[in-house]
């Protein structure tokens, strides 16, 4: 199974740079999008490359938020949201069952200035844990998306200048240290130790020409698919959003 997921900041906008013929090129089974900010009657006029099913989890505020995910694989069945309706009235999250795996397509809140959302945040990663380990039970879990924020000093290119800034607070790295403990992977480094990887720049100062970025998109596995992990990757080359989609393929 190939998966992939982009952060496309306004799926409207990632249609009119060059959306459509990424994922004709790409291929995948799975595609996770997040912040649509869209819901699926501002595209029905789109017509999605063949044998792509489209389910979208909208945020009730419009044009806010929002995820999406097209399959080529016919789902078993489809979740929206995380079971909290705290959580869930902005869209940010969307499962996928299939017979062998979920997936589930996740937008981590920002922190936002000042830690403003910092409480919010940190509930919303103890909740999507929750929601996680029970869908484990079952069978094994994807989850992948923007996840806001960078784990390591190497997963970012200016880490001393951001101590504490929204993304890489020491709360939010130990939310995500909490994913790790629970027994998830975070694929890409199951490939790649090394520094300079990156899925997000800030549209400023060319930070994007001169990869000045953070790691903050990825793909999480529970520990029982290692053996199936094929390979991970992530594609800066991919323009029409200040993400780039991360990828993952399992034998």
């Not at 044009?63 to 999406?68: F, L, N, W």
């Not at 993304?167 to 998830?184: K, P, T, V």
Request: aromatic letters at 10%; charged letters at 25%.
């Amino acid at each position: 199974m190939k998966l992939l997921s982009w952060n496309v900041n306004g799926v409207r906008a990632a249609l009119g740079k060059g959306l459509l013929d990424w994922m004709t090129a790409a291929k995948a089974d799975v595609i996770c999008l997040q912040e649509v900010k869209a819901t699926a009657g501002d595209v029905q006029h789109v017509t999605w490359p063949k044998g792509y099913e489209v389910i979208w989890n909208a945020a009730e505020k419009k044009g806010y938020s929002g995820t999406a995910l097209l399959t080529r694989r016919k789902p078993l069945s489809v979740t929206l949201g995380i079971g909290t309706a705290a959580h869930d009235a902005e869209g940010r999250a969307v499962t996928a069952e299939f017979d062998d795996c979920y997936v589930v397509g996740v937008y981590v809140p920002n922190a936002q200035h000042e830690l403003a959302r910092l409480d919010f945040r940190q509930q919303w990663d103890r909740a999507l844990l929750a929601y996680a380990k029970k869908l484990e039970k079952k069978k094994p879990v994807l989850f992948c998306g923007d996840l806001n924020v960078a784990h390591e000093e190497i997963d970012l290119a200016r880490p001393k200048e951001n101590v504490g800034n929204p993304g890489f607070s020491d709360e939010e790295r130990a939310g995500f240290r909490e994913f790790l403990s629970a027994g998830f992977l975070d694929t890409f480094r199951e490939f790649e130790k090394g520094p300079g990887h990156y899925s997000w720049w800030t549209y400023r100062a060319g930070a994007r020409e001169r990869n000045i970025g953070w790691r903050i998109d990825y793909v999480m596995a529970s520990a029982s698919l290692r053996p199936r992990l094929k390979r991970a990757w992530i594609e800066p080359h991919v323009l029409g959003s200040d993400h780039c989609p991360v990828g993952l393929e399992l034998k």
